[in-house]
């Protein structure tokens, strides 16, 4: 689709008349109406020189009028699965469910990825998001053995070819259980170490969970790693793992960041064992991301049955209780999630509609910038701040019920001043590996 408007080709310009998400904007006195704040921004040599009110910038500058239009920080997707995604019609999971997803994943994994076959898909989903805005992505790599050998020299060499494009991370995704055994696990946690990654996993109930726990957080300890898990993606109300993590957090005195995915069965809690476990994460101070679109796929699906929850966490209660809140893609094009696009716009408009984002929608822009980046430890990414480099997104929509209502397919992506070519990847340059 044509951008909405075109940008001047000059080394120092105005974008006047923006409307900006006050919570993205670092020293923005302005209060806000509905959370955004009209302002003209000046670019020079690739930064934002200056944040100034709507009206202010010079006259003598070249100008590009976004007459409201709204102006976005490039975007952090925090929770993706860049190894496995793209491969649905080579293995699709034909009942949707969540066991099936695990199945037939487990069959891909062993019959196809290699390292080409994972590259090719890895760099279709950087693509997208790299044309939707994005500029920081972590994903969780399989880490079955011998997958990790794979994977994270792949991931390495892909991270080095984007790493002015998009920064990455990754997190070793390894079932629970084999956190007890050390030739696993000693080896598991020498590649994350090598490559610069993070312990984590999937919890479940397990025999000896806390044992597994203290493991696991000394390990990381020990090795310098943060760790980033996925919690009781279940509607099962018994598996509530989540309290054991916070816990062991505190127990452990472990200083290295934990960020927890999904949580989906706190929401299946009465208040009073919800309130408590809320507690407990606020005061371990672990933080958590919900991945909406992949929560309502998946959860209370039952054949021939309509789904009659959500799926997702208590993302308000969390935030209330203090605790860092973000929202992120989760699967994309696999058996955990049919659909997706590597679009946070997508998965922000689809938070705010299953999540209640919205009314009032002032602060909720942070979902998909600043928190997750934050979290991520780039404070410095998902804000507009001066002397920042000018990585923007820019709308045609002006207030909420217009970003809200269409996809922004003719945004404009900004990076270091100037416009990106936005053109998405070909789904048929994925047919040499999918025609098997
Ligand atoms: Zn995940």
Redesign the pocket.
């Known amino acids: 689709m044509t951008a909405f408007m075109t940008l001047p080709d000059a080394r120092r310009f105005a974008l006047t008349n923006a409307t900006l998400p006050a919570v993205l904007v670092k020293g923005l006195p302005v209060a806000a109406k509905d959370g955004l704040v009209p302002a003209d921004l000046v670019i020079s040599d690739g930064k934002i020189e200056a944040i100034l009110p709507a009206g202010s910038a010079s006259a003598d500058l070249v100008a590009a009028d976004l007459r409201g239009g709204m102006v976005w920080p490039c975007f952090a997707d925090m ?3 860049l190894d496995k995604g793209h491969f649905w019609d080579r293995r699709p999971n034909p009942d949707g469910t969540f066991e099936g997803a695990l199945m037939n994943v487990r069959e891909d994994r062993m019959a196809n990825w290699s390292a080409d076959d994972i590259r090719a898909r890895f760099e279709f989903s950087l693509k997208s998001a790299y044309a939707h805005g994005t500029k920081l992505i972590r994903t ?1 790599l399989d880490s079955i053995p011998p997958q990790p050998d794979i994977s994270f020299p792949l991931f390495d060499e892909i991270r080095a070819e984007w790493k002015d494009r998009i920064a990455l991370q990754a997190v070793a ?1 390894l079932p629970l259980e084999c956190v007890l055994d050390e030739s696993v696990f000693g080896g598991i946690v020498a590649t994350t170490k090598r490559y610069g990654g993070l312990l984590g996993g ?1 919890t479940r109930i397990l025999p000896d969970f806390e044992r597994i726990l203290d493991t696991l957080f000394k390990a990381a300890a020990n090795n310098g790693l943060d760790i980033d898990l ?1 919690v009781d ?1 279940t509607e099962d109300k018994q598996v509530l793992t989540l309290e054991a993590i916070a816990e062991a957090k505190l127990r452990n005195r472990f200083e290295g960041s934990v960020t927890v ?2 949580c989906c069965s706190l929401a299946r809690q009465d208040d009073e064992t919800a309130g408590r476990v809320i507690d407990k994460v606020a005061k371990a101070n672990i933080s958590v991301v919900s ?1 909406p679109m ?1 929560n309502m796929y998946l959860q209370d699906r039952h054949a021939g049955r309509t789904p009659r929850w959500r799926g997702v966490t208590l993302f308000h209660e969390l935030t209330a209780a203090g605790v860092k809140t973000a929202v992120s893609s ?2 994309t094009r696999d058996p ?1 999630y049919a659909y997706g696009d590597m679009d946070p716009v997508e998965v922000f408009r689809e938070a705010v509609r299953i999540l209640h984002l919205d009314h009032p929608l002032d602060t909720s822009a942070r979902v998909v910038t600043s928190t997750p980046a934050a979290i991520l430890g780039r404070p410095d990414i998902g804000v507009i701040a001066e002397g920042g480099p000018a990585d923007l997104v820019l709308f045609s929509a002006r207030r909420w019920s217009e970003f809200l209502s269409r996809p922004q397919a003719d945004r404009i992506v900004m990076r270091n001043g100037m416009g990106i070519d936005r053109r998405l990847p070909d789904y048929r340059d994925l047919d040499p590996i999918l025609d098997k």
């Open positions: 929770h993706t699965h969780h995704l999937a996925h993606e995915g999904h991945l992949c989760d699967n955990f």
